[in-house]
């Protein structure tokens, strides 16, 4: 049997989905079945511009192949990143040109991935198996202009329906999204595999710098935010305001890049405070080091009804390692964080009073969370759902 995976990001990139990615082909390799051949089709590491990670275009090893598509330089914009994506989808289809496939499997945040895994799928008489990260048709209402959303999101629309309709099956990373995509499409069938605690995080949480040691209050406590600072985590709308609320009592470290940088530069700069220092991106040995010096990790998204679906990956690996968590969420991913995760305060997204008053009532110590880390272990989540993508074509092939 082949597979082919798409994704637009994979290891060593860092971003949700060349995590998601590579967990899955790690779980499909443990499988060690001697007719099955995985093929990866993916991107050299581009995430951030600020961060880079060396990669080989080709890599092979008994049962997969991973070839990376070196992409023009780009940022965050919209003209950017509909090139790079051309880019992508013009490898895709020089790479695939010569082969056949029984399952197409493509990860999709921002749709395109979705529409490209279903275009290869139907190009190569392929079972397809999407994974909807995000609701793109959703979330462009809010993140962009009025005037251009009116123009594209029927374009958009239309692709969604064509790649669902189009997939024998369509996991979808948050409950919450199964209202949206469940009216839609009330033929299709949806799986429920959300993100995970990847292995980094749980050798992180196992070890003993981790044991339950409390921070005085009346010290400076260290917020530390890590990850993407674009427009859907408005990070630049909460963060200037809270720091210059909190003073003294808050140092926040900032460490990411993406779309809004700049602007959360500005207002930090504009308002005075002194409290915020912005980091670039760092890999993920490091990133753990930096979770271990915080007292408090910090997540926000913006107050966009589109949120109120989405579970943000950051969510596990913060859970992993015991530290406090005050997070800005509202909808789905605030019920999951009162329903799994202990010891976090939850605020309405940009309110910054509410926000001071949630800090309030955090225990500032680590304390480990055994029971979800037992339930969100990435391996685990990962094993069950190669399962499902091979159940996908049971008919069709023996393995």
Request: net charge positive; aromatic share 12%; with cysteine.
């Amino acid at each position: 049997m082949k597979i082919l995976i798409l994704s637009f990001y994979f290891r060593p990139d860092l971003s949700a989905g060349s995590f998601r990615a590579s967990a899955l082909v790690d779980a499909f390799c443990k499988l060690s079945l001697s007719d099955l051949q995985i093929d990866v089709i993916t991107t050299l590491p581009n995430r951030y511009h600020s961060f880079t990670a060396e990669a080989p275009a080709t890599e092979r090893q008994a049962g997969l192949s991973i070839f990376r598509i070196a992409l023009p330089k780009h940022r965050s914009g919209m003209l950017d990143q509909a090139k790079a994506f051309l880019t992508f989808f013009c490898g895709v289809m020089s790479h695939t040109a010569n082969r056949d496939y029984n399952i197409v499997f493509a990860t999709s945040g921002r749709l395109m991935t979705a529409v490209l895994g279903a275009w290869v799928a139907r190009r190569k008489n392929s079972m397809l198996y999407l994974d909807i990260r995000d609701i793109f048709v959703d979330t462009i209402k809010d993140v962009l202009p009025r005037k251009i959303s009116r123009v594209i999101k029927p374009c958009f629309s239309a692709l969604e329906r064509w790649a669902i309709t189009r997939a024998e099956k369509v996991n979808l990373v948050s409950s919450g999204f199964l209202e949206y995509f469940s009216t839609r499409y009330p033929q299709q069938h949806f799986s429920y595999f959300t993100n995970g605690i990847d292995n980094e995080f749980l050798l992180a949480a196992n070890s003993h710098s981790f044991t339950p040691t409390a921070v005085s209050i009346k010290q400076t406590l260290t917020v530390l935010y890590a990850g993407n600072l674009g427009e859907s985590q408005g990070l630049h709308i909460i963060i200037p305001k809270l720091a210059k609320l909190m003073g003294p009592r808050l140092y926040f470290k900032i460490i990411g890049d993406g779309g809004r940088k700049h602007a959360l530069a500005a207002a930090i700069s504009k308002i005075g405070a002194t409290n915020v220092e912005l980091f670039p991106p760092v890999n993920r040995f490091e990133l753990i080091e930096a979770y271990r010096a915080a007292d408090v990790l910090f997540l926000h998204l913006n107050d966009y009804d589109a949120f109120k679906k989405v579970l943000p990956s950051k969510l596990f690996e913060y859970a992993a390692l015991g530290k406090p968590i005050w997070a800005g969420l509202s909808g789905y991913s605030a019920d999951f964080v009162k329903s799994e995760i202990s010891n976090a305060a939850i605020f309405h997204p940009c309110d910054i009073q509410g926000a001071a008053n949630a800090l309030k009532t955090l225990k500032i110590q680590s304390e480990p969370r055994t029971d979800f880390i037992a339930k969100y272990s990435r391996e685990n989540i990962s094993k069950l759902m190669v399962m499902d993508i091979l159940g996908v074509s049971s008919n069709e092939a023996c393995l």
